[in-house]
C-alpha cells in the first residue's frame, strides 16, 4: 500500500428502480465503506465515491409503471437512497447521479475520444421493436421458447433453466415482455466497442498481472476470456439516456454499462473540479472497485477496456468482488418483497445501526454465498456484541468507578514475589502478547479485504480482555491488594481504549461510545500510532476523570424478530420471471416411499473441491477433484451450465462416498454430487450452513 500516494475507492452505483437491501450493503457498500474506514484511519489520502445510475429501460418502464416521468421516477429513489446510505453511516465523499449535467457532459467526452480514433464499429441491424409501445426492446425485455430445452420463457440474451447464451433471433415464438406482443424486426443503427481487439491485451493485464485478485473474481473473468469476447453495443433507442454526441445521431443514447462506469469519473469531478485527474491518471494513485458478483464483467472487462481505449487513465488494481447473500434460505427479491429494506430496518432499529453491521460483516459473502437469518442475527447480537464486547467495556468502567471513583488508576510494576503477584504478571504478559498478535491480524486481513476475519479478531480483543479480567479476578483482591487492583484495571482500560480504536472501521457507533466513556484526551494521537505500527498504544492518562458508564449494546427481544419473520411469511410465491405475476410452477410430486434401511445405506459426506475443469466434448459435466477427508477422489457432476471450473474450486460439497464407481466418457467417476434441483430447473449446491472438515458425515 506504501507505493501508492492516493487511493480512489468507488462503490457499484446502485440502479435507481427502487430501495436498497441488505444483499447490496453486504455486496458491495459495507466492505468499500470499512476498508475506506481503515485507510483513513492509516492518514491515507482517499476518495470514497458512489452514485445513482439512472439511465436504461428498465427506468423508463419503471416510470411508466408507476405513471411519472423518468426524472420523477429516478429522484424518488435517489432521495431514498442517498438517504438511507447517509443514516446507515455510509461514508461516501460524494453521492452523485448519472442525470447531473457534469457526467452527461463527461460521458459524452469519453465517447467522442474513443470515436476520434475510429475505434467503434458502426452497424445497422435488424432488431426487435414492440409496435404497441413505440419502443426498440432490450435483449432482457424479449421472451419466448429456449431452442435448446425448451422453457417456454427464456430471456433473449439467456436461458435461466439450461444456462445456454441466446440472442433474440434465436428464441421461438418471441414476445415482448413489455405489452406482451410478438414484436417486429426493424432496422436500426448502433455503434459497437470492438471487445474482441482487447481481448489479448486483457489476457496479458488481467489473467497474468492479477492472479492475486479474489478466487471468484479472478475465475469469472478467465473463463469469459476464455469463451472468447465479442463486440458489444454501446447505444440504444430510447429518450431517456445520455444522447450520442454526433450529428447524426438522433435518437439515439449511450448504452447504460457504458455510461455508468464513467460515472465514478463525473462524480469525481463534480467532488473535486480542480484536481480530480490525480485520482484517475496519475499511476501513484491506486484504484479499487468494490461489487458484486453480477457487475464482475463490466467492472474487470469492459470498463479497464474502455479505459485503456481512453489512453490516459489508470486501470483498478483490484476489484474485491463479493458473492450474493441469500435470505432465510431464498434469493432475496425486490419484485416478490423477499427482502430486508435497509430504510425500514433504520426504522424498526432506531439507533442500532451497528449491530446490522457486525452481523452482515459476520456472515460476508467474499467467496461463496451466505445466508442471513433473523434468528442468526438476534445470536450474534446478544452472545457476541453484547456478551462479549458490551460486557466487558461496562465491567471495566463499573470497576474502576467502585473502586477508584471513576478515576484511571495508576499503572503498577507491581514488585513482590508471591504467586499470587507472579500470577497476575504473567496473566497480563499473556494478554498482552494475545492483543498484539490479534491487532496485527486484524490489519493484516483489512489489507487482504478479508473483512469477516478481520471483525473476528477485533472481537478477540474483548475476548482477551475478559478472560484477563476472569482470570486476575481484581473484585477478589480489593480487600487486600490495592497496588494489584489498580495495575490490572489501568491495563483492562487500556484494552477498552485499543478496542475503542479497533472498533472504528467496524463499528463505529460502538467506537463513540468508547470514546464517551474513556473520555481521554489522547485518542486522536492514539489513533495513527495504533493503526500505523499495528499494536496496542496508551489511550488513558493517569488520574484522568473517566466519563459515564453505558450500556453499549442491548439484547434483542424475540417480538423484534417475530416482527420481521411475520413480515417475510406475507411474501408472495416465487414466480417465474419473464412468466407473469399470476403463474407459479408448481413443485415437483413426491417420488415412492422407501424404507429407513435403504436410507441407511446411503453414506452422505461433505467434501472440499480443490481442483475441477470442464470434460471435453462435453457441455454438461464438470471433473471435481475432491478431498473426502481420507484422501481425494474424481467425481463426474453435470452441472457445467449451472458452475463455471472456477466457480467450484475452494466450495464445499455434499456427496454420496459409496456410491459404485462409474466410467463416463472414460473417465471414472467415484461418487455423486447433491444438488437441489428449483421449480425453475436451475441447480444449487447443497452445503453446510458453515464450513467443516472434509469428510464429515450428514446424518
Known sequence: MSQFKRHTITAALP??????????????YLPADTYVRYLRLRGEDVVFICGSDEHGVAITLGAKKEGVSPRVFVDKYHHLMKKAFEDFGIGFDIYSRTSNPVHYETAQEFFKKIYDQNLFIEETSDQYYDEQEGIFLADR????????????????????????????????????????????L??????????????????????????????????????WLDQGLQPRSITRDL??????????????????????????????????????????????????????????????????????????FILPDNVPANEFLNL???????????????????????????ELRYVLTSISPETKDAD???????????SEMVSILGNFVNRVMVLTGKYFDGKVPAEQELPGTDDRRKK????????????????????????DFRFREAQFQMMNLARIGNKFLADTEPWKLAKEDMEAVAAILNYALTIVGNIGLACEPFLPDGAASIRRQLNSDLFDTARKQFWQKEELVHVVRQGAALGTPELMYKKVEDADIEKQMERLRKTPAVAPEGAGAAAVTATKPLKPEIAFDDFAKLDIRIGEVVAAEKMEKSDKLLKLTVDDGLGRRTILSGIAKHYSAEEMVGRQVTFIANLAPRKMMGTESQG??????????????IRPTEDVAPGSTVS
Open 15 to 28: 440502479y435507481a428502480n427502487g430501495p436498497l437491501h441488505i444483499g447490496h450493503i453486504a455486496g458491495a
Open 141 to 184: 425485455y424479449i421472451i419466448g421458447t429456449c431452442p435448446n430445452c425448451g422453457n417456454p420463457n427464456a430471456y433473449g440474451d439467456q436461458c435461466e433453466k439450461c444456462g445456454t447464451s441466446l440472442s433474440p433471433r434465436q428464441l421461438i415464438n418471441p414476445r415482448s415482455t413489455v405489452s406482451g406482443n410478438t414484436p417486429v
Open 186 to 223: 426493424k432496422p436500426t443503427r448502433h455503434w459497437y466497442f470492438p471487445l474482441d481487439k482487447f481481448e489479448n491485451w486483457l489476457r496479458e493485464w488481467l489473467v497474468e498481472g492479477h492472479q492475486d485478485w479474489k478466487t471468484n473474481v479472478y475465475g469469472q473473468c478467465k473463463s
Open 239 to 312: 429518450e431517456w439516456g445520455i444522447p450520442v454526441p454526433l450529428p447524426d445521431a438522433k435518437g439515439k443514447v449511450l448504452y447504460v454499462w457504458f455510461d455508468a462506469p464513467i460515472g465514478y469519473i463525473s462524480a469525481t469531478k463534480e467532488l473535486k473540479p480542480n484536481d480530480w485527474e490525480k485520482y484517475w491518471k496519475d499511476p501513484e494513485t491506486r484504484l479499487i472497485h468494490f461489487i458484486g458478483k453480477d457487475n464482475i464483467v463490466f467492472h474487470c472487462i469492459i470498463f479497464p477496456s474502455m479505459l485503456k481505449a481512453a489512453g490516459d
Open 328 to 354: 432465510e434460505g431464498e434469493k432475496l427479491s425486490t419484485s416478490r418483497n423477499h427482502a430486508v429494506w435497509l430504510h425500514e430496518y433504520l426504522l424498526d432499529f432506531p439507533g442500532r445501526r451497528d
Open 372 to 382: 442471513f437469518t433473523w434468528k442468526d442475527y438476534q445470536q450474534k447480537v446478544d
Open 424 to 447: 497476575i504478571v504473567a496473566h497480563y504478559h499473556q494478554a498482552h502478547n494475545d492483543l498484539n498478535q490479534a491487532v496485527k491480524e486484524m490489519a493484516a486481513c483489512l489489507k
Open 672 to 685: 455423486m454430487i447433491l444438488m437441489a434441483e428449483d421449480n425453475d430447473g436451475k441447480l444449487r449446491l
